[in-house]
């Protein structure tokens, strides 16, 4: 079976992620940085679902979005949900303990991941689910990265932000007639970007977590790149 170029830019990181996704939630101890980050687990576990249900539907349908009539989207929850509880079962043997409401935590991220694309084709999807995951992790991290991991805080925003910017060029070919690099698709395609990271950073800063200028300017590297 030929597998199209849309399947293959999600076949290969869902072999990657999953797996990943797996390992980590089996190693015994909570790693360094999720303790150092300050963050729930649940908003983790959610994040990780959300990803996972977007790999897995456009890996099987690459071309179409969720319609809730079909058996496929009714597949896709029931695999996710029962991978989930034998997730969760599993980690009873290497010395973490079940819960419940990171079930509920992982079920809430696929149903979310499967409403956004019942609304959005693939590719504003993609810019919808990153830009919700750079929002939560920023938004919801009670420590300050920047100082306790700061060249992993660095990268992190260097490369979601330059991400996001690259799949919302990929969404403006399909909205303005005028191609790059014209003025107003220059300006469209860093306004955006911009006024997205601008919003992320006052959330920040309202949830307690301060302005942080630094990462700021990280993030706009990561836009103009």
């Given at each position: 079976?030929?597998?199209s170029g849309r399947q293959k830019?999600?076949?290969?990181?869902?072999?990657?992620?999953?797996?990943?996704?797996?390992?980590?939630?089996?190693?015994?101890?909570?790693?360094?940085?999720?303790?150092?980050?300050?963050?729930?687990?649940?908003?983790?576990?959610?994040?990780?679902?959300?990803?996972?249900?977007?790999?897995?539907?456009?890996?099987?349908?690459?071309?179409?979005?969720?319609?809730?009539?079909?058996?496929?989207?009714?597949?896709?929850?029931?695999?996710?949900?029962?991978?989930?509880?034998?997730?969760?079962?599993?980690?009873?043997?290497?010395?973490?303990?079940?819960?419940?409401?990171?079930?509920?935590?992982?079920?809430?991220?696929?149903?979310?991941?499967?409403?956004?694309?019942?609304?959005?084709?693939?590719?504003?999807?993609?810019?919808?689910?990153?830009?919700?995951?750079?929002?939560?992790?920023?938004?919801?991290?009670?420590?300050?990265?920047?100082?306790?991991?700061?060249?992993?805080?660095?990268?992190?925003?260097?490369?979601?932000?330059?991400?996001?910017?690259?799949?919302?060029?990929?969404?403006?070919?399909?909205?303005?007639?005028?191609?790059?690099?014209?003025?107003?698709?220059l300006a469209a395609a860093l306004?955006?970007?911009?006024?997205?990271?601008?919003?992320?950073?006052?959330?920040?800063?309202?949830?307690?977590?301060?302005?942080?200028?630094?990462?700021?300017?990280?993030?706009?590297?990561?836009?103009?790149?």
């Amino acid at each position: 079976m030929t597998l199209s170029g849309r399947q293959k830019l999600t076949i290969i990181p869902l072999l990657l992620y999953w797996p990943a996704i797996f390992i980590a939630t089996h190693i015994p101890k909570v790693p360094l940085w999720v303790i150092r980050a300050h963050m729930s687990d649940k908003t983790l576990h959610y994040i990780a679902y959300l990803v996972l249900v977007f790999l897995l539907w456009f890996a099987i349908s690459p071309y179409k979005k969720v319609r809730w009539r079909r058996a496929a989207v009714w597949w896709v929850l029931f695999v996710v949900a029962w991978y989930g509880v034998v997730d969760e079962w599993l980690q009873g043997y290497v010395g973490r303990n079940p819960d419940v409401v990171d079930f509920l935590a992982n079920l809430t991220g696929a149903i979310t991941s499967l409403i956004v694309l019942s609304i959005f084709p693939f590719w504003p999807a993609s810019l919808v689910l990153t830009g919700a995951v750079i929002f939560v992790l920023t938004t919801f991290m009670q420590a300050n990265m920047a100082d306790r991991l700061p060249v992993t805080n660095a990268a992190f925003h260097l490369c979601a932000y330059g991400f996001f910017s690259l799949l919302w060029t990929r969404c403006l070919h399909h909205l303005l007639p005028t191609k790059a690099p014209q003025p107003k698709w220059l300006a469209a395609a860093l306004a955006v970007p911009t006024s997205f990271l601008l919003a992320v950073e006052l959330s920040s800063a309202v949830a307690g977590n301060g302005f942080r200028l630094w990462c700021v300017i990280i993030s706009a590297a990561g836009i103009a790149a």
